[in-house]
């Protein structure tokens, strides 16, 4: 049974930093995406930033290119977030997923609907 689970959400301090982390078992990612998703306050979900296990291509929503960072961990199985200069928008659900990335894709998967599985989330608040 796959399970992704999120941890390292909270509360910080606008232009502080956060690192989420999802850890994920119970099948071989070697061909398969993470994404990084989150829901605000009466916003729809939105992709943030995805990376595939083997090469670790990656992919950033505008909305956080050059403040966040994901990466992986072959051996732990974890995927991490590194968010910095957080701001208050930034105040979400943060999601954990996972979908197919067949060898031979180029594009990453961004839309929530190439994702098969997912965690359960973790909250993020940013004061300002």
């Known amino acids: 049974q796959v399970q992704l689970v999120e941890s390292g959400g909270g509360l910080v301090q606008a232009g502080g930093s956060l690192r989420l982390s999802c850890a994920a078992s119970g099948r071989t990612f070697t061909s398969y995406a993470m994404g990084w998703f989150r829901r605000a306050p009466g916003k729809e979900r939105e992709v943030g930033a995805t990376i595939n296990w083997s090469v670790g291509r990656t992919y950033y929503a505008d909305s956080v290119k050059g403040r966040f960072t994901i990466s992986r961990d072959n051996a732990k199985d974890t995927v991490y977030l590194h968010m910095n200069s957080l701001k208050p928008e930034d105040t979400a659900i943060y999601y954990c997923?996972?979908?197919?990335?067949?060898?031979?894709?180029?594009?990453?998967?961004?839309?929530?609907?190439?994702?098969?599985?997912w965690g359960q989330g973790t909250q993020v608040t940013v004061s300002s």
């Open positions: 997923a996972a979908g197919p990335y067949p060898p031979g894709s180029w594009s990453l998967p961004s839309a929530q609907y190439e994702y098969d599985y």
